[in-house]
């Protein structure tokens, strides 16, 4: 799941680099997809969270999730801010 999420993210990095690319101010057709993609990413990170935090209820995994060295759930959470940040800047919600 988690690598279904990193894909999710990276199609929606490359769909945010593309509106600056749009000639059409926010072409809707790209702003309605972004929107379907960051739903699922939505979707897909509170499932992990919540799988996550199930598997720390176990010890003696009650410590935090590494995925490639670091805190996943803080990962997660550090990238939804900052497509939050980019997405206000492209006035799209």
Same mark, same amino acid.
């Given at each position: 799941?988690?690598?279904?999420?990193?894909?999710?993210?990276?199609?929606?990095? *490359?769909?945010?680099?593309?509106?600056?690319?749009? /000639?059409?101010?926010?072409?809707?057709?790209?702003i309605s997809?972004?929107?379907?993609?960051?739903? *699922?990413?939505?979707?897909?990170?509170?499932?992990?969270?919540?799988?996550?935090?199930?598997?720390? /209820?176990?010890?003696?995994?009650?410590?935090?999730?590494?995925?490639?060295?670091?805190?996943?759930?803080?990962?997660?959470?550090?990238?939804?801010?900052?497509?939050?940040?980019?997405?206000?800047v492209?006035?799209?919600?």
């Open positions: 799941m988690i690598s279904d999420r990193e894909y999710t993210a990276a199609l929606i990095q *490359t769909k945010v680099a593309s509106l600056d690319d749009c /000639e059409e101010e926010n072409d809707d057709e790209a997809n972004l929107q379907k993609n960051m739903k *699922t990413l939505t979707d897909q990170s509170d499932y992990i969270e919540e799988k996550i935090n199930k598997f720390r /209820e176990v010890n003696p995994f009650d410590r935090v999730f590494l995925y490639k060295g670091d805190d996943y759930t803080k990962t997660m959470k550090h990238y939804h801010s900052m497509l939050d940040k980019v997405l206000q492209h006035e799209i919600s």
